[in-house]
């Protein structure tokens, strides 16, 4: 059977930086897991512009469907600020998110022990956090038409479109239950069902997708807005929440901030199965890429390194793999390690990106 094969966009600013940790841990799989990867490496965002004119090369964009998953740093940075907006950095990112239809976003929000402290939430709401947050990426209110600024009248309206089909809402669904399934198998559906019609329906077909197809499943309905209280009351109530573009905007960026920093959120968007049965899968970290600390050795290397794993987990059925990773940060995470971005107010000193990517491979190492 053909090796797993991984397409690696290390981007812009500190996105080399952090990959570079990452490919570390694609080695050790081959040296002492005799699990080997085909990686290619390609450009995305700023330094594709400064090579082809676009930031995202045709060629590339084919390499990335063929691929079993994409794995992707950041993109941007000052430098291409004022460019046209058709071919600014981002412009890539979302290419290919479009053109691979990857609907389904993954945000975790998981809570390491070690940093319960720099949630603003009281450390026993927030330690031993694991739940994660399915957002409709494709459709809603940010695509639906008509959308724009018109005239009405002497003043202008601004008007956008919150539009879901059933397929749109079932296929959503159906990957939060199928993750649900590999965890706590409990799912949240959030909506606002008592004032949108979008939301009557949302509700409708994902509880027609539960009866169907998913009844060992637990589901539970709630509004979104009762969604984001019982999100900073209680957040371990929940195991997986499925929601909207919209909502799930907020609430993903509500939920992963429960546990502290930007360096530590990795993500993963989601689309169809391909012919070899896995999804359509694009892995980053949440952060950006960091101008203000590239180049100098600062960056927390752990949201890619856990966006990899998450790569392990949901392109490769590695779930045991992934897991090792995950103890494996947590255990440096317990052994005091930190990257500038994780010092608390009592200080000390902050290992560089490079030697937080090493103290997980000695902590991998140390797992076998
Ligand atoms: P950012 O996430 O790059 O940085 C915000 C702050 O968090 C900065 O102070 C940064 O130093 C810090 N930070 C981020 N990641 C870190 C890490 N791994 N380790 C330590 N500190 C980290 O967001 P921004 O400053 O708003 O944007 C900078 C550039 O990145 C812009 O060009 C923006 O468009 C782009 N951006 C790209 C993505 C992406 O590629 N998905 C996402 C957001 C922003």
């Not at 603003?120 to 459709?139: H, Y």
């Not at 009762?226 to 929601?243: C, E, H, N, S, Y």
């Not at 968007?269 to 694009?282: E, I, V, Y």
């Amino acid at each position: 059977m053909a090796n797993p094969s991984i397409l690696i966009l290390a981007g812009d600013g500190i996105g080399p930086e952090v990959m570079a940790e990452v490919k570390k841990i694609i080695a050790w799989f081959g040296q002492k897991r005799a699990i080997t990867f085909d990686v290619a490496e390609d450009l995305v965002g700023g330094c594709a512009y400064d090579k082809f004119g676009t930031p995202l090369h045709d060629d590339t964009m084919a390499r990335a469907q063929a691929a079993d998953c994409v794995l992707l740093g950041a993109v941007g940075g000052p430098k291409y600020d004022k460019l046209d907006f058709s071919v600014k950095p981002e412009r890539g990112l979302l290419r290919l998110r479009k053109e691979m239809d990857l609907y389904a976003n993954l945000r975790p929000a998981q809570c390491f022990d070690a940093l319960a402290d720099f949630s603003s939430l009281k450390k026993d709401v927030v330690a031993g956090l694991d739940i994660m947050i399915v957002r409709e990426l494709t459709s809603g209110v940010y695509f639906g038409e008509p959308r724009g600024i018109f005239t009405e009248g002497n003043e202008r309206v601004g008007i956008n479109t919150q539009r879901y089909t059933e397929s749109e809402i079932a296929r959503v669904a159906r990957s939060a239950f199928e993750l649900a399934r590999r965890r706590r198998n409990k799912v949240c559906s959030m909506e606002k069902a008592n004032v949108m019609e979008s939301g009557i329906l949302w509700r409708e077909v994902v509880q027609e997708v539960h009866d169907k197809e998913y009844n060992d499943v637990e589901l539970s309905h709630m509004y979104a807005d009762a969604g984001a209280m019982q999100l900073t009351r209680w957040p371990k109530q929940f195991d997986v929440i499925v929601t909207d573009n919209l909502f799930g905007d907020l609430l993903s960026d509500l939920a992963a901030m429960l546990t502290g920093s930007l360096g530590m959120l990795p993500s993963a968007s989601l689309g169809a199965p391909m012919k070899n049965g896995r999804p359509k899968a694009l892995y980053e970290p949440v952060h950006g890429s960091a101008p203000d600390i590239a180049g100098q050795g600062k960056a927390n290397p752990i949201a890619c390194i856990l966006s990899f794993a998450m790569a392990l987990r949901y392109s490769f059925d590695m779930g045991a793999d992934a897991t090792r990773v995950e103890q494996a940060v947590e255990k440096v995470l317990a052994q005091g390690l930190r990257t500038a971005d994780l010092m608390g107010p009592e200080g000390g000193k902050p290992v560089s990106t490079g030697q937080m990517g090493d103290a997980i491979i000695a902590a991998l190492d140390a797992s076998l």
